[in-house]
Structures are given as C-alpha cells and as structure tokens.
C-alpha cells in the first residue's frame, strides 16, 4: 500500500517525482522493519528495496532515522486527519486516538506486529511515546482527577493497556475487527479511570 506524501509544513505542494520518490522510500522501509527489524535495515537495503541509487536516498533524507520520522509523520498525520474528518460522531468515546489506530494497525499489520514485538528499539521507543502524547493531550480535555491519582499516572495506565492490548491483539490474531476491539479497550479504559 503506497501512502500520500504531503509536504511537512502543509504550505506548498510537493513535486509528484519527489513524492513518488519519498513514498517508494518509506514503503521499503516499512516492508523491510517486519522482515529484519530497524536496527538491522541499513540505507543500502532501503535503496535496494525501493529501486533507487544512495545519492536519490541523500537528497530525500539525511539518513534512516530521518526517513523513520517522516514516515511516522505521514501516518500520523493521517491518524489525525482521520479523527477529524471520519465522519464519526465524537464525544461518545472516552479516547478519540485508538480506534483509528487499530484500523491503522490492521491496514499495517506486519509493520506493526514488528514495531510492538522490537522493544528497545528506537521506532517501537518513539510509537509509545507518541501514543504518551496523544493520551496526555485527550486526558487533558476530560480528566476531571481524582483524589491521589496524578494525571501522569492515568497517562501511563491508558498508554500501556492500549499498546499491551494492540500488541496482543496483533500477534493472537485474535478475529476481533478494529471496532470490536476498540469498545473493549473504551469500555476497559472508562473501568479504570471513571469515578
């Protein structure tokens, strides 16, 4: 599946070669993280993967880490534009993050089996910051607190449950569709925070 690029700033549009070029890029590294595991991908094996010399991958990017974070970006910059323009009514879930990442998770299911299943690894470090974040900001707009229970630690709760529960649902291959999943993970979630 060949994502969309989109121009980082979101001011000016980017040339369809470059983002042809971008996208071949992050897809090889993005079929390549399931069969070798970050660490071990090296630029030469992305350039071999996505059929272009070293100098077209240096004029895109400065090295893999740099191509790792665009590529996180592009996703999760549809991951939010999804939230917005899904169509689905908000306010029902207590977590407006986690259903479209389990439909992302379910689209991706190699890349991200290899993300959850690499602990230590910088990619897999970076997503569950990231999810941190977006806890931390959703638990920011409702969290009406609790005697004794800091936000912090509410924030560390929700983020390990969802990444346990992703991790476990993408390696039992457990039949359950993303939205069945995600009730469970509201309903759970709604348990251990609520009054």
Known sequence: M????????????????????????????????????????TVDDICRRANVGRSTFYTHYADKDALRSATMEVHLRLLSRRRVSDG??????????????????????PLHHALLATSGDTIHDELRERIRRTVRTELAEKWIGHDGVPVEFAVQFIAGAFLAVLAWWLAEDAGLPPVQVDDLFQQMAAKGIGP
Do not use: C, N, W
């Not at 000016?12 to 897809?27: E, G, K, M």
């Not at 689905?88 to 299911?109: I, N, Q, V, W, Y």
């Open 88 to 109: 689905r009514e908000t306010g029902k879930r207590l977590f407006e993050f986690s259903l479209p990442m389990f439909e992302h998770a379910d689209a991706f299911r």
């Open 2 to 41: 060949t994502m969309k690029i989109e121009p980082m700033d979101g001011t000016h549009t980017i040339d369809r070669r470059v983002a042809r070029t971008r996208a071949l890029l992050q897809d090889a590294l993005i079929a390549l993280i399931p069969e070798r595991g970050y660490a071990a991908i």
